[in-house]
């Protein structure tokens, strides 16, 4: 599902990145020798599935820490390892050094960027819609739904997905409060619904579970918000940060990213959709 319209722009972004860390920051090179010489980098994560996980023998997993354990590996660090941190303290214990990156499904905010360096966009929680498969009535957004006077969709009573649906101008009428997820798969499967809407990785949870080919995905919903994290370094590593955002663009472009993250359940194309400064000055 790469068929995205970013994909020259990535690469341009890696070279844009690549020229300027190799010009302009060399004199704050030393924290990735020092990792280099060290053999490892220290993460900091929350043991939270699917964004970060630790097994019983100890092996750290999840989305986040296998990119930073591929990106840092193509930087020449052998290896990761985990400290399970709670979200609260980790901005404090990067500062304080005790972690050398944070790869938690911390999710940019304006007061954030400020404490941390992020790197571009890595997990993103957007709006998904599901829908049959070749997507009939050809939505791409909220907006969508509303012009066809006969759709319906489904999303729970009360949530983003229901109020982003009636601020797009769906009528009331034909936004179907829907009790819970297999009631909505249910709902499609039946015709009852034109579209089910939740978060990407509520969508593609009970697309997997359903395990009906007559489904499909339409993520990221066009228009709707998009939530990421990224990478959190120390604000004095910058250099170490831009190297890490080198290699994440050249994964993003070869669909080396997309092969990490999706069996997770995240969207390589929601990742792509936005970029830090972005997420950085949302309101």
């Not at 750290?60 to 590996?73: C, L, M, N, Q, T």
């Not at 400020?114 to 966009?121: L, M, N, R």
């Not at 120390?234 to 069996?263: Q, W």
Request: glycine share 10%.
């Amino acid at each position: 599902m790469r068929t995205f319209a970013t994909t020259a722009a990535v690469a341009g972004f890696a070279l844009g990145i690549l020229a300027t860390t190799t010009v302009g920051s060399r004199a704050d090179d030393g924290k990735l020798e020092q990792l280099k010489s060290q053999g490892f980098a220290r993460l900091a994560i929350a043991n939270e599935p699917p964004y970060t996980a630790v097994a019983a023998d100890g092996k750290v997993s999840g989305a986040a820490p296998d990119v930073a354990r591929e990106i840092f590996k193509r930087l020449g660090v052998a290896d990761v390892a985990a400290s399970i941190s709670e979200y609260g303290a980790m901005i404090p214990g990067l500062q304080a050094g005790r972690f050398d990156v944070v790869t938690a499904g911390l999710f940019m905010k304006p007061e954030r960027c400020a404490a941390v360096a992020y790197s571009e966009p890595v997990l993103c929680d957007a709006e998904a819609m599901l829908v049959k498969k070749g997507n009939p009535k050809g939505f791409k957004s909220y907006e969508d739904v509303a012009k066809d006077s006969a759709a319906t969709i489904g999303a729970p009573g009360g949530g983003t997905e229901e109020k982003l649906a009636l601020n797009a101008g769906v009528p009331r009428e034909r936004v179907i409060v829907v009790p819970d997820g297999q009631s909505g798969i249910k709902m499609l499967q039946d015709g009852r619904i034109d579209a089910y809407s939740l978060p990407v990785l509520s969508i593609n949870d009970l697309m997997k579970k359903a395990n009906d080919p007559n489904l499909e995905v339409i993520a990221p919903v066009q228009g709707a918000p998009v939530y990421c994290d990224g990478a959190a370094f120390n604000k004095k590593d910058t250099a170490l940060r831009d190297a890490f955002d080198v290699e994440l663009a050249k994964m993003k472009e070869s669909g080396e990213f997309a092969k990490i993250i999706e069996p997770y359940g995240f969207s390589a194309k929601a990742a792509l959709s936005t970029t830090r400064d972005k997420l950085c000055a949302a309101k």
